[in-house]
């Protein structure tokens, strides 16, 4: 594994200042300058400057710079010393940060980032509840930590953390999961929702159903946005029937948990519309309140109304309970890391945005008409 790209900064300026081009009392590059010199985050270089600073070598003035200071001693124990210390092999520090994790989606997902950072980084975990101020904190506790870099999946707001809009903006070393920035370019992973929504759609139409409800939450945030636009692209390509009097919107907010005034509402949704033999619940929560409201209306999951969702937990022995769409959340973690590490020790890259494919797992959910 290269060497931290903080540490070349940290060794190139200390090598700088003993060699006597810079002397006691000169002013050094601003954390910018080395930014733009070293081509790294401004996060990185003012790593490196914290750390000679730390050291005594570098005097940090608000206002006006940092200065190489008079007394210029090395301690006996230099920062570079204590990081190599650390890392034993200067593996990078990765932090990631995760709003919740539950049995349908996110466990497998930390587990492969986990796994995947075995013998190549220093992995620090943070969970924010799916709060935004908790997230921020987190992004700035780790970042002043500081790490290498952060893989953060966003919490499910309206309004993406504008903390990572600024750290894509200083083109700081950071992997988004499962969300996108729509205005801005930057490096990302997640599901193929178009694709997983496309599968799912030609399954129920292969089931021969027709009269297709989809539940939906608020779209509060991009992949249910990009869920939602997957149906029109599906219906514009396929000719499948697109009958909007049919969905449900506003089922609560994504991060919320299914209320029983949503499952009454679906309940009162599937008597006003009988015809409805197959819904699609883009999320499993809905699914679950989904086959609770059939139940009370008389009807039976997997007999007389057919049930799709996004993920579904999967039993020990047998089929799962739902057909969904499972997600690949083994690779996707897997990718974040390889992503982040190759922007830690080349930050110079065109970002990426990675998707990938869902696998359509059969349950106990549908019948065929």
């Not at 200071?69 to 204590?82: G, Y």
């Not at 700081?172 to 694709?195: E, F, H, R």
């Amino acid at each position: 594994m290269d060497e931290p790209l903080y540490l070349k900064i940290y060794q190139s300026l200390k090598q700088d200042i003993e060699n006597g081009v810079y002397k006691p009392g000169d002013q050094v590059p601003t954390e910018g300058g080395l930014a733009d010199l070293f081509h790294v985050s401004k996060i990185t270089s003012k790593r490196a400057l914290n750390m000679l600073a730390e050291e005594g070598l570098l005097s940090r003035q608000k206002g006006r710079g940092t200065f190489v200071s008079h007394k210029t001693s090395t301690p006996a124990v230099s920062n570079f010393a204590k990081a190599s210390s650390f890392s034993g092999d200067f593996l990078p520090r990765i932090g990631l940060i995760y709003p919740e994790m539950n049995g349908h989606f996110g466990l497998e997902t930390v587990t492969a980032i986990a796994d995947a950072c075995h013998g190549k980084a220093h992995l620090f975990f943070a969970l924010s509840h799916d709060d935004q101020k908790r997230e921020e904190e987190a992004i700035l506790s780790m970042s002043s930590a500081p790490v290498d870099g952060l893989i953060v999946f966003p919490g499910t707001s309206q309004f993406l953390n504008p903390r990572l809009l600024q750290m894509v903006i200083d083109k700081y070393p950071l992997v988004l999961i499962d969300q996108n920035i729509q205005i801005i370019q930057q490096t990302s992973v997640g599901t193929d929702n178009a694709l997983a929504v496309s599968q799912g759609l030609s399954y129920i139409s292969s089931q021969g159903h027709k009269n297709v409800g989809i539940l939906l939450p608020t779209i509060d945030n991009s992949v249910l946005q990009e869920r939602c636009d997957a149906v029109f692209q599906y219906s514009a390509i396929t000719g499948f029937p697109l009958k909007q009097e049919l969905w449900l919107k506003d089922l609560g907010h994504s991060s919320e948990i299914v209320s029983e005034e949503s499952i009454d509402r679906i309940a009162l949704h599937l008597t006003e519309h009988p015809e409805i033999t197959a819904l699609f619940a883009f999320q499993y929560p809905l699914a679950v309140a989904a086959d609770q409201a059939a139940r009370r209306i008389g009807r039976t999951t997997g007999k007389d109304l057919s049930i799709l969702c996004f993920d579904s937990p999967l039993p020990l022995f047998g089929r799962p309970q739902f057909t969904h769409l499972h997600q690949d959340e083994a690779a996707i973690g897997e990718k974040a890391v390889e992503l982040l590490l190759e922007l830690i020790s080349h930050p110079v890259q065109a970002p990426q945005n990675v998707k990938i494919p869902a696998k359509l797992v059969e349950g106990e959910s549908f019948f065929t008409l």
